[in-house]
């Protein structure tokens, strides 16, 4: 079976902290996706990474940056928290065309105070 | 604009009725549909996925539906299980020069109640 996990579950950060999302899948995919989801606006793509250091910005990439140093783990970096990130943050995998499935973690809620 | 419009918002339904979601999409050139069905606080979890020449697919008490003239897609549920209750999710990928682009629905939230 596909696993992909994160890091934590929830997290409380504060206003102006530099936040680090983990994500590590274990099934050799080429893609990797971070997405936050907001009631009423559904899954929205923040950055897509197709390879090892590749990255493509999503729809929503602004105040977020991604490292892929490793095939098997993506992480998200919010420079700097601001209370609009409150959100539930998804990361996903897939095989490398970008239409096959994906395969989502279980979410992290992240709080920003 | 590629757009993924989802009905009802949300519904409440009595275990083991059954029950139809509705998916509206404007997006081109279609790809590929899927359904997924997202647990609360879980990720979601694909259960269907149709591509142009397929008009309806099934996986268990779960049949999708696809019409592509009309550009609707329809998820049944027969005898529903208190299990049934979470969001499901339509997706759209639209085929573009750089690969497949997903658009998502916003979801149709599903309670199931005894």
């Known amino acids: 079976d596909v696993k992909v996990t994160q890091s934590s579950r929830y997290l409380v950060k504060r206003t102006g902290e530099k936040v680090f999302l983990e994500c590590v899948q274990d099934m050799d995919h080429e893609n990797m996706f971070w997405y936050r989801q907001d009631p009423g606006l559904g899954l929205r793509l923040i950055y897509f990474?197709?390879?090892?250091?590749?990255?493509e910005k999503g729809d929503i990439p602004e105040g977020y940056s991604v490292s892929r140093e490793k095939k098997e783990r993506f992480s998200l970096i919010l420079e700097s928290a601001s209370t609009n990130q409150t959100s539930m943050y998804l990361c996903a995998s897939s095989e490398v065309d970008r239409g096959s499935e994906q395969y989502f973690g279980p979410g992290t809620r992240l709080t920003v105070t | 604009k590629n757009q993924v419009e989802q009905s009802p918002q949300s519904l409440i339904i009595l275990e083991g009725k059954n029950c139809t979601l509705q998916c509206n999409y404007t997006v081109s050139p279609f790809s590929n549909l899927r359904w997924y069905k997202q647990d609360t606080g879980r990720g979601p979890v694909s259960l269907t996925i149709?591509?142009?020449?397929?008009n309806t697919k099934s996986n268990g008490r779960y049949t999708a539906t696809l019409d592509a003239d009309t550009k609707q897609s329809s998820l049944h549920i027969t005898a529903s299980q208190l299990s049934d209750s979470a969001s499901y999710i339509c997706v759209v990928s639209v085929a573009t020069g750089g690969g497949n682009k997903l658009t998502f629905g916003t979801g149709t939230q599903l309670k199931v109640e005894l």
């Open positions: 149709m591509t142009f020449s397929e």
């Open positions: 990474s197709y390879d090892v250091k590749m990255k």
